[in-house]
């Protein structure tokens, strides 16, 4: 992730202080797997693969845990950005049900990983609450309702009836236990933390530059003239994907998110939910474990200057607004504003697999707003390839997939 595409005052690296320094690389090594990012998606790299006991080492060319991972909500949905109705021309409704599914098989993951290891990083399953205030889509939220309750999913259909929520509410789809919500910083530290203990090696202000492929092994070099050679080299920078291909995988955008100061009793208001509109550009906002509100959206074409500060103002105010018509009565103060660059695909979903040239180069790129779950996926998904087996869900993620 290259930080001068994230702007502001981040949240999550703000209130925590710096959990652990990492070295820089300093000597030449070789490890099996070599994983290029050490944001939330390298994190996660790192921990499939070091359970199953593969060698494998993270570079990150800034900080731990910065950059795009400092930049998520951590809002998580099993649901895609799209409702299914909008995704069918891309992609079949079989397709769709199965991403659905893979995001709860994903929050199921986490789950496992905060029960096991403990929860140091605010980790929290609630409902997810996919809605609008528009009497004209009421009849598109009772599409997505029918879709997901048919498909099995555990689904109850909100409108003015029934509504237990402060704002207002014309049709909403409410999936039960469908999401979840923590501390996107912590998590990640808390990943490679225990991967660490079972043999990963993490390297942090260690910028790759040069990457190198022959027959039997892969060599990156570092900033400082270092090498790291392994068996194949994982890239998990998100969008900035520039020194491993000319392609360009998603569609870029710039996204907004602010987050108030703490507010009393926000927790009985929200009902332990995350919430997301059906405009477009959508919104989405959930709560903190300090009873803070986020919110993000306003997402505009990409700029590659997020210096402007006219331009991001008026996104901030947009999003305070919003807050504010949510929720009239209550006295909130916005401390925290910030943006980056987000990157997304005409079906919701990311990328994961080999590059059809190079067997040494993979991918995992989680693209659009389930990238950490998209994440988790791949994690457990490569590190099985890696052992010679093929799960059949790579195929909704396939890279090629948009070149027919």
């Not at 001068?4 to 690389?25: A, H, M, S």
């Not at 659905?100 to 098989?105: A, Q």
């Not at 409108?159 to 501390?183: C, M, S, T």
Request: negative net charge.
């Amino acid at each position: 992730m290259n930080t001068q595409y994230v702007q502001g005052d981040c949240i999550f690296t703000r209130i925590n202080k710096t959990i652990k320094q990492y070295e820089y690389l300093t000597e030449d090594i070789e490890t099996e797997v070599i994983i290029i990012g050490g944001g939330v998606t390298g994190a996660i790299l790192g921990y499939y693969f070091s359970k199953s006991n593969i060698d494998s080492v993270i570079l990150e060319k800034s900080r731990i845990g910065h950059g795009s991972t400092s930049i998520t909500t951590s809002l998580l949905q099993y649901e895609l950005d799209s409702n299914a109705m909008e995704l069918k021309s891309y992609t079949s409704m079989e397709n769709i049900i199965r991403s659905y599914k893979l995001g709860i098989k994903a929050l199921d993951e986490i789950q496992e990983f905060i029960d096991k290891y403990g929860n140091k990083c605010d980790f929290k399953r609630v409902d997810s609450f996919l809605y609008t205030s528009k009497k004209l889509e009421k009849k598109e939220m009772e599409q997505e309702y029918n879709f997901r309750k048919e498909a099995g999913f555990h689904v109850e259909f909100i409108d003015e009836d029934n509504n237990p929520f402060l704002f207002d509410v014309k049709g909403g789809v409410l999936g039960k236990g469908g999401g979840a919500e923590f501390d996107p910083y912590k998590f990640t530290h808390h990943l490679i933390e225990e991967s660490c203990k079972k043999g990963l090696r993490a390297y942090e202000n260690t910028e790759v530059i040069d990457v190198k492929y022959s027959n039997d092994e892969v060599a990156v070099e570092t900033v400082y003239g270092y090498k790291v050679k392994g068996k194949i080299v994982i890239v998990a920078t998100g969008y900035n994907t520039g020194l491993f291909t000319k392609r360009a995988f998603g569609t870029k955008t710039t996204t907004f998110n602010i987050a108030t100061k703490p507010i009393n009793n926000i927790e009985d208001i929200c009902k332990d939910v995350v919430f997301r509109d059906n405009n477009d550009p959508y919104n989405y906002f959930r709560t903190t474990i300090d009873n803070r509100l986020i919110i993000g959206g306003e997402d505009i074409n990409f700029i590659p200057d997020i210096y402007n500060e006219e331009l991001c103002s008026k996104s901030y105010e947009k999003l305070e607004q919003r807050l504010k018509n949510l929720f009239p009565n209550l006295n909130m103060e916005i401390e925290y504003r910030y943006c980056g660059a987000f990157a997304s695909t005409q079906d919701n979903l990311g990328f994961i697999g080999k590059d059809h040239n190079n067997s040494k180069l993979w991918y995992c790129l989680g693209y659009g707003a389930n990238g950490i779950l998209f994440a988790i996926l791949g994690g457990m998904m490569l590190s099985k390839l890696y052992c010679g087996e093929v799960d059949s869900d790579m195929n909704l993620f396939k890279l090629d997939r948009f070149d027919h």
